[in-house]
């Protein structure tokens, strides 16, 4: 068995956090001890991944409830950390959840219950890691016995209370003993996959490959790739997908080429409400991660930027969507409606 990364841990007092954006170089635990440190947290990429956002959003509220403002710290702090990354629709998934939780544990006029608040924000850990993990077992059956897969981002234990969506999917058909190698893009401008993907992959002892995202098309062409795995961070009702920029070209190159591309992901992470890609928010980063990543300038002074950091593959270019609960294929408003919540 995968002994997975938990890049993140409830401390009673404070959320233990991995900082994701030390890493391939150094492995550094932050203390969070505040609803606006997580909130901080979560926009600096420090904790990234829509599943683990929507773990360290609910345990932000446990943080609120452990302050002297009692309930209504809770929900004055629910704004902001449901709104610090909007893309996810995962945040605001937990927490509602915690906010519902908070409605029918909290007797009116009463503190916050923080002991009950604690309990659901575990119970959202749990059930991700539970999740991560039947999702590789329903994804691993997807791959030949030996099989090359291409990723993007990073959507493994990092992105996860623990194991991956994507990444699990190869986690998963590792343990049954298929042999499984991986090709990770770079995945610019943040480099999640060069920073995080391939050392998680390593540090596994898993097989994998770094790539250029521009080298992406010339594989897929060499007939090097058996499948194209990606994560997800919102799901419309259709089936239309937003993940990390950069997503949508390899789906239109996986179609030109006849490799298969599955999209995992929770079914946390479907947004029935919304009814296709062009009503989810996309979420637009600081232009300084584009022309100084890393604190670099890599582009003259005042040029003006583009920086959404997800884009959105049709469902017609999505060949399956593997959850906790199945294989959703092929991938339509009706068989999302039955495999979704």
């Not at 002297?68 to 996810?88: D, K, Y």
């Not at 009463?110 to 749990?126: F, H, M, N, T, V």
């Not at 995202?213 to 897929?220: I, K, Q, T």
Request: aromatic letters at 4%; proline letters at 6%.
């Amino acid at each position: 068995m995968i002994e997975p990364i938990r890049p993140l841990r409830f401390a009673g007092d404070a959320l233990e956090i991995l900082d994701q954006t030390r890493l391939p170089g150094e492995e550094v635990w932050l203390r969070l001890t505040t609803p606006a440190q997580v909130v901080e947290a979560i926009q600096s990429l420090r904790v990234r991944g829509a599943p683990l956002i929507g773990v360290a959003g609910a345990y932000a509220l446990v943080l609120a409830a452990g302050g002297a403002g009692g309930a209504a710290a809770v929900r004055a702090a629910a704004p902001s950390v449901a709104a610090a990354r909007p893309t996810a629709v995962n945040l605001q998934w937990a927490v509602d959840r915690m906010l519902r939780r908070l409605a029918t544990a909290l007797p009116a006029g009463a503190s916050a219950p923080r002991d009950a608040l604690r309990e659901e924000a575990d119970a959202i850990r749990d059930e991700d890691e539970r999740a991560c993990r039947a999702i590789g077992r329903h994804g691993a059956a997807l791959l030949k016995e030996r099989a090359t897969v291409l990723t993007h981002c990073n959507a493994g234990a990092l992105a996860t209370a623990g194991y991956g969506t994507a990444l699990g999917i190869v986690y998963a058909a590792v343990e049954m003993g298929k042999k499984v190698a991986v090709f990770a893009d770079e995945t610019r401008p943040l480099l999640q996959g060069a920073r995080l993907t391939a050392w998680e992959l390593r540090r596994a002892g898993i097989d994998v490959t770094l790539l250029a995202d521009a080298a992406a098309g010339a594989l897929l062409r060499a007939g090097r790739i058996d499948a194209v795995i990606v994560g997800a961070d919102r799901i419309a009702a259709n089936g239309d997908v937003a993940n990390k920029i950069g997503t949508y070209p390899l789906a239109v190159l996986a179609r030109t080429h006849g490799v298969p591309f599955y999209v995992a992901a929770p079914r946390s992470t479907f947004d029935l409400s919304c009814p296709d890609g062009a009503r989810i928010p996309i979420e637009e980063r600081a232009a300084v991660e584009l022309t100084r990543g890393f604190g670099v300038s890599t582009a003259p002074e005042g040029v003006s930027v583009y920086a959404p950091a997800f884009d959105v593959t049709p469902a017609a270019l999505v060949t399956a969507i593997v959850t906790e609960t199945g294989v959703i294929r092929p991938v339509s408003p009706e068989t999302i409606a039955r495999g979704a919540p």
